[in-house]
């Protein structure tokens, strides 16, 4: 015999759980596709910076370049105290011609001092270096960066567009 009573109650608390099932999943889909959006939208905003980041260094660096390239460069000598300014012109300019030569013999174009823009005061020496070729400045440079900590009388070095 069929007795409602007995079926009912387990018929319905297993609607019950389906139903409960159902929305708890519902929810943890909806759940984890705007967790999936949020977390998109923050990885697009920090690569976005990073790309706007680097474009402004990267235009920087381009901007710096072509002063380079056209003009050449300044390197700027700061002196020990009691050093020659003199001596130091002397022998950076020794310095600059043997990496000329050097890069030439190398198969390269050279890197030339201009003599009328250069100038040393007490302190202070500045030469003005000219690329012979625009495109391989930055290498030229690299060359210059290494070897010129080496002059005696020199306690530091900066570098500045023309």
Known sequence: MFKPELVLPPLLTGVVLIGVILYSTRRAIRDSRRLSLE?????????????AKNRTELARMQAEAAAY??????????????ADAAEVF??????????????????????????????????????????????????????????SLKIAGVSEVEYAAA
């Open 39 to 51: 977390l998109n939208a923050r990885a697009e905003a920090r690569v976005a910076e990073y790309l």
């Open 90 to 147: 002397r022998r950076a300019s020794d310095l600059i011609g043997a990496l000329d030569e050097f890069a030439r013999a190398s198969g390269g174009k050279g890197l030339t001092l201009d003599a009328s823009q250069s100038s040393a005061v007490p302190g202070t020496v500045t030469l003005r270096l000219v690329p012979s070729d625009p495109s391989h400045v930055t290498e030229q440079r690299a060359v210059v960066e290494a070897r």
């Open 69 to 82: 390239r056209t003009d050449g460069f300044d390197l700027i000598l700061t002196l020990e105290d009691g």
